[in-house]
């Protein structure tokens, strides 16, 4: 129980307390970037370069589950093809995933 409640120590003894007193929360830190932050931070940079790449005839889910293809592509938004002769304008950055080539026609 030493480690959840301190000791009563004279005054003069605080510098080694200080440190460990700052131990836990280093630890948690450390903790925190390793499971949350950088998992994160890997995942939207992968997320920013897929959305880059994007070219006509890729083949996209947006982030409401819409499967289509891309016919044009402009600097913010692109125009997915879901049935024939008919196309939607989305934001690029609700591209959800690429998909395989010839996807689209599996589905149909």
């Given amino acids: 129980m030493d480690w959840l409640i ?11 307390g200080s440190l460990m007193g700052l131990l836990p929360l280093v630890l948690i830190f450390v903790v925190f970037y390793f499971l949350l932050i ?7 940079k992968e997320h920013k ?7 006509v005839d890729d083949e996209i889910v947006t982030g409401g589950g819409v499967l289509g293809k ?6 913010q938004f692109i125009t997915v093809e879901v049935a024939s002769g008919v196309e939607l ?5 609700t ?7 010839g996807t689209v026609k599996s589905t149909k």
């Avoid at 370069?49 to 070219?55: D, F, I, K, P, Q």
């Avoid at 304008?89 to 950055?93: A, D, E, G, L």
């Fill in 49 to 55: 370069e897929m959305v880059a790449s994007l070219n």
């Fill in 95 to 101: 591209i959800g995933s690429v998909m395989p080539k």
């Fill in 89 to 93: 304008k989305v934001q690029r950055h």
């Fill in 38 to 44: 950088r998992p994160q931070s890997k995942r939207q």
């Fill in 70 to 75: 891309v016919t044009k592509v402009t600097e």
């Fill in 6 to 16: 301190q000791d009563a120590m004279a005054q003069g003894v605080g510098s080694e």
